[in-house]
């Protein structure tokens, strides 16, 4: 069972083997991208605020700056909130497939701001700070259309000292791409130029040179692939991360210390492995709080496949209220919020456990708003020992309380007059220590609030 959902789950198994250590997201720039026309920032680096410091601050290896725990984001709908996920899973894919996953000549999901003309025919651009599992800071950056990369550097701080490691750039009259590498850069000529060369115009080099096995890129390839996680919107965390830790002792133990703590009632979880064979002229329907999958099956002769299908069905055990006997619900019987909160445990145990930057939308969808605060409070104090760091958007406005975020944790989201997305701290507002923010915010005090009109005529 466990060697099933091992296989199923591979890429995210290569989690558990990078260890704890602190490695951390610091700030994410955006341009020209979907309803970003002007560059936006968000920034994780903490204020010389004193408040929850030691609770939702975390120094991490590099002394000199410390980093938030969590940061939140609000605004009206349409506002731009999900689209700032958006650019940060387009990155992640770029890293992570496009050496491998694209064709040449295939366009990249790249869509600059549209509502310009001037924009429309500009690349896209990402640039992402963060500490990598080494301890080293990396500053990296790529701009791409959906035709081709336009430019791409990467910039290295060990002991804290900058070293420019490499950068390409497309020269629009010569129709060629400059190089350029620097002295810290660890390879030989004849490397460089097999990288260069099988680096296609719709890839990147930090992509290809790690697939050609550049032992140097890794770090920098494994953080922006396997430990920052984003949620885009209509993803939710992937259950077989919860169905993996379900199928194991201890790991049964840690969901059932989540779900006990947000108290929905269940005593037990069991998860039960079944195998169907698919009908000649269709799939089974499939039971309510099942999951499907599909294995081949080995040692048939040649020509012959035997389509088997492997039905793993969740059960929540409930005791009865006359007797002690129990009583299992199909998980899909079970309410939405009990369900997203299934789904949500094992992932967010294993971003807590390997320190990993988790991106969520819209987080307080089927949840109540306890339950919300329960999940945001988590990454803060003693709960949190790997620096782990959840970024999340949402409405639920009762966490707006200065109990559970520091000011500098607060951001919002609105548009501007050319209808492009402006990202911005609580910090400009300059609010007092002890301003009630989720009024000043219901009030318009900071923005980023719809206006609505009136129906009639």
């Known amino acids: 069972m466990v060697g099933i959902l ?30 970003f026309r002007t560059r936006q920032t968000l920034s994780m680096v903490a204020s010389t605020d004193t408040a929850h410091r030691n609770r939702n601050v975390s120094s991490g ?13 609000y605004g009206p709908n349409a506002a731009g909130k999900s689209n700032l996920l958006r650019a940060l899973e387009i990155l992640r894919q770029l890293v992570l497939h496009s050496a491998t996953g694209f064709q040449e000549g295939q366009r990249l999901p790249v869509t600059p701001f549209l509502f ?13 700070i963060f500490i990598a599992d080494d301890g080293v800071r990396y500053h990296y950056c790529c701009a791409a259309s959906s035709e ?20 390409r750039e497309y020269d629009h009259k010569t129709k060629l791409q400059r190089w350029w590498f620097g002295p810290n850069f660890k390879a030989e000529r004849a490397e460089r130029k097999v990288w260069q060369d099988f680096t296609r115009d719709n890839a990147l080099f930090l992509s290809t040179a790690t697939q050609l096995n550049n032992s140097q890129l890794r770090p920098v390839f494994s953080w922006i692939t396997q430990k920052l996680i984003v949620l885009v919107p209509g993803v939710d965390l992937n259950p ?30 069991e998860l039960r492995e079944e195998e169907i064979s698919a009908s000649p002229t269709g799939t089974a ?34 005791k009865r209220t006359d007797s002690a006997d129990e009583v299992p619900l199909e998980m899909g019987d079970e309410s939405d919020g009990t369900r997203k909160l299934f789904e949500f445990t094992g992932g967010w145990l294993r971003a ?15 949840l109540h708003p306890h339950m919300t605060r329960f999940l945001v409070g988590l990454f803060h104090g003693g709960n949190n020992q790997t620096g782990a760091q959840l970024i999340f958007t949402t409405h639920d406005t009762t966490l707006l309380d200065t109990d559970l975020l520091r000011r500098d944790q607060i951001w919002f ?14 910090l400009e507002y300059s609010p007092r220590k002890d301003e009630a923010l989720e009024r000043g915010y219901l009030k318009g005090r900071y923005g980023a609030i719809p206006f609505v009109g009136n129906l009639g005529p």
Do not use: T
């Open 116 to 128: 310009s003309g001037e924009a429309a025919g500009q690349p896209s651009e990402f640039e992402i």
């Open 240 to 269: 077989f991360l919860s169905l993996e830790l379900l199928s194991q002792d201890s790991g049964q133990e840690q969901i059932m210390r989540f779900m006990r703590a947000a108290d929905v009632g269940i005593d037990r979880l």
């Open 148 to 167: 081709r990369v336009f430019k791409e550097w990467l910039v290295a701080y060990p002991q804290g000292r900058a070293q420019r490691w490499f950068e």
């Open 61 to 73: 290896k590099d002394k000199e700056v410390r980093l938030l725990r969590s940061a939140v984001i």
């Open 413 to 426: 989201m609105e548009k501007d007059e050319q209808r492009s997305s402006r990202l911005y701290s609580l």
């Open 6 to 35: 091992r296989k199923i789950c591979n890429n995210v198994r290569v989690l558990l083997l990078i260890g704890k250590s602190e490695i951390m997201f610091i700030e994410f720039s955006v341009f020209n991208f979907r309803s």
């Open 352 to 366: 807590l456990e390997c320190g990993s930057a988790l991106f969520v939308d819209e987080l307080d969808r089927s």
């Open 285 to 318: 329907a499939l039971p309510p709080g099942a999951v499907r999958l599909h294995f081949e099956v080995a040692g048939l002769p040649p020509g012959v496949s035997h389509p088997v299908q492997k039905q793993f069905r969740v059960l929540a055990w409930h």
